[in-house]
């Protein structure tokens, strides 16, 4: 069964670096997402991603975050100069094309980011 | 604007008993609604969906879920739990009037704990 794979698993990072997580989304899938947790809390939407530009983000993807499909498959989510409040779990998700908003969302497994 | 609230953090049920986990939501225009469970240490994993049609749905794993639009209300529910089925659970809403990408909004999450 297809799934969406995320790298790394855990990223430790020390504040004010840069940080890409990298996700393979499933491969006939045209949606793309990052969402973040951080522990113990909600699942929070951060940025959506379609035909090759963000189609609708959070007020918390600000200006240090950015999305990238660079080629194919990856599709990575970059913190420019990362924040201890930035220590979450991210997941990344797709789903299928068609009417948007009818398809679930497939998440990987997450990547931690823990910030220093 | 979309909310949903899942207003108990956990749910205590013995194997065997029915249970149900509760969710209402809010949207402007008609809502698309979703439930995914989490286990430890993974991401999210889709459970059911209501889009349209029969106010009834069945997912994975025996859950079921039923829509009440007078009620704005999603619950989850499963006639005999089973202690595999201990969790988190989240409920999930779209604006079907929305346009974009499909953003999910998730609620708080409710633990399902299931003791033999």
């Known amino acids: 069964e297809p799934e969406v794979t995320q790298t790394p698993s855990h990223q430790v990072t020390q504040m004010g670096q840069e940080v890409i997580l990298r996700c393979v989304p499933i491969s006939n899938h045209l949606y793309f997402y990052w969402y973040r947790q951080i522990l113990g809390q909600k699942v929070e939407f951060l940025v959506s991603?379609?035909?090759?530009?963000?189609?609708?983000k959070s007020e918390i993807f600000d200006d240090q975050f950015s999305v990238e499909r660079p080629d194919g498959s990856n599709f990575t989510l970059k913190i420019r100069s990362t924040k201890l409040e930035d220590s979450a779990m991210y997941f990344c998700a797709s789903s299928e094309g068609g009417l948007a908003g009818i398809n679930e969302q497939f998440f990987g497994p997450g990547t931690r980011l823990t910030v220093l | 604007a979309q909310s949903v609230a899942q207003p108990e953090d956990q749910v205590n049920v013995a194997e065997g008993n029915p249970l149900t986990v509760k969710c209402t939501y809010s949207v402007s225009g008609n809502p698309y609604l979703f439930w995914y469970v989490q286990y430890p240490n993974r991401g999210l994993q889709f459970l059911l969906k209501y889009i349209t049609g029969d106010n009834l749905v069945k997912g994975s794993y025996g859950f079921e879920a039923e829509f009440n639009k007078s009620q704005t209300s999603f619950h989850l529910k499963k006639p005999s739990a089973l202690v595999s089925d201990s969790a988190l659970y989240f409920c999930a809403v779209r604006d079907g009037g929305d346009t974009n990408a499909g953003k999910s909004t998730f609620g708080d999450g409710t633990t399902l704990t299931v003791k033999p």
């Open positions: 991603f379609y035909n090759n530009e963000i189609s609708e």
